[in-house]
């Protein structure tokens, strides 16, 4: 049998998977800046299996627009630069001897209108997650108001409980959203 403490307490926990989640994808969603964290999803060929850049080379930023990826292993370096070219962030690496400096492309105003629209969309797909574990928890709730384990009073407090939670995580998904909508258009 569960509590409603229990609902409450998954529910949180899946809510904060969820901003976890999103925090993750506006990573992904690239400013004019450079950071490291830009190349963590591209994968490169190393002895016939996959692996993320930052497993087969070190990877620093040179200056506020440039990054630099040094291959541990010599015959890397092509394969690595071949990676970045094909992946779909549109960068354009260089080889200079055993080092690969990734310049990062200035935003036109247009991308940066788009990139603003993808950062809306993630955080309404994010919103729409907290949302629906709100509805599973209210469900697991109104299960126990069914099965009289609780009485309406203890159902009406858990509800009201987990509407709050849902409206602080609605609200921190809200201030991601325009912090990074606002590093987006910085030029």
Known sequence: MTSIAEIEKQAEQKMTQSIEAFKNNLSKIRTGRAHTGILDHVQVDYYGSMVPIGQVANVSLIDSRTISVQPWEKPMAAKIEKAIRESDLGLNPSSQGELIRVPMPALTEERRRELTKVV????????????????????????????????????????????????????????????????????
């Not at 574990?133 to 384990?149: P, S, T």
């Open 120 to 187: 809306r969309s993630e955080s309404e797909n994010a919103k729409v997650a907290v949302r629906n574990l709100r509805r599973d928890a209210n469900e697991g709730v109104k299960k126990l108001l069914k099965n009289k384990e609780i009485s309406e009073d203890d159902e009406r407090r858990a509800q009201d409980s987990i509407q709050k939670s849902t409206d602080k995580f609605v609200a921190e998904i809200d201030k991601l959203t325009q912090t990074k909508e606002q590093e987006v258009m910085a030029v």
